[in-house]
């Protein structure tokens, strides 16, 4: 399996626990909002989840009765994952699949009613090369009726000072405008079992910067078109690039 695209974002830097005991990480629980949006746009029960990570998402959309397939580039973070779901209620385990592959060139033989690729998985893909392939990757395995969940934050969230900090975890970054790349070095909180907090200083990241024309664009010309853009979970309407992340929501062209 080729991990240059882990390499390249940062992804191979730092242990993946440092990443999974954060204590934002571990309190983040999107899967109400995102199973209301799932049932209420798909007419199936066929889920995908791209960079699905630790699983998290796919073990409560599994809970909740619809089948899942999770996929990840990083093997370390598909071993938790599985481990995680072999922990399961034998019905959750049989609608749950996990598969290391790579969102820019994966090849599933089935098309699915949702696809979603949340947080900040869509950032990692460092060039419009990449995020071309990985949304006509998404559209060639959505149903005819098949709706897509896009979400990471705005350039104009990600180039906040406050933003980096309290969020990304890295207080010092470099910006190339050119290539639209910031690269931060990672500072990760650690609470210790008597509840004291540490920071360790560890690895680096490499994020991609996608302004609202310039997404619009990468969509429509990978056959995909926008039904809502939603400024949080909650759907509230994307407004102001500057305190909102992107939410939108796609279905074939």
Excluded at 165 to 189: H, M, S, V
Excluded at 209 to 223: A, R, V
Aim: hydrophobic share 35%.
């Amino acid at each position: 399996m080729d991990l240059r695209r882990l390499e390249q974002s940062g992804w191979r830097s730092f242990r993946p626990e440092l990443f999974l005991n954060e204590p934002g990480r571990k309190a983040r629980n999107v899967a109400p909002q995102l199973l209301s949006i799932v049932r209420e746009f798909s007419g199936g029960s066929s889920v995908l989840e791209l960079c699905c990570g630790a699983g998290r998402l796919c073990l409560e959309l599994a809970r909740a009765g619809l089948d899942v397939t999770g996929i990840d580039l990083d093997d370390r973070m598909l071993a938790v994952t599985q481990q995680a779901a072999a922990g399961e209620r034998e019905p959750v385990r049989n609608r749950l699949r996990f598969r290391q592959a790579d969102v820019c060139t994966f090849s599933l033989d089935e098309r699915f009613d949702f696809i979603i690729l949340e947080d900040d998985g869509f950032v990692y893909l460092l060039d419009t090369q990449d995020q071309l392939a990985c949304l006509e990757r998404i559209r060639t395995h959505l149903g005819d009726q098949g709706k897509f969940f896009l979400s990471f934050p705005t350039p104009q969230r990600e180039l906040d000072g406050d933003y980096a900090r309290n969020i990304l975890g890295g207080e010092d970054f470099t910006y190339d405008p050119q290539r639209q790349i910031k690269t931060c070095r990672c500072a990760w909180t650690t609470v210790g079992h008597d509840g004291t907090r540490t920071t360790v200083r560890e690895g680096f990241e490499r994020r991609r910067l996608t302004y609202p024309c310039e997404l619009d664009l990468l969509l429509q010309g990978s056959g995909l078109t926008v039904l809502a853009r939603w400024g949080d979970l909650d759907r509230a309407p994307f407004t102001d690039p500057s305190r909102q992340d992107y939410h939108y929501l796609c279905a074939r062209a």
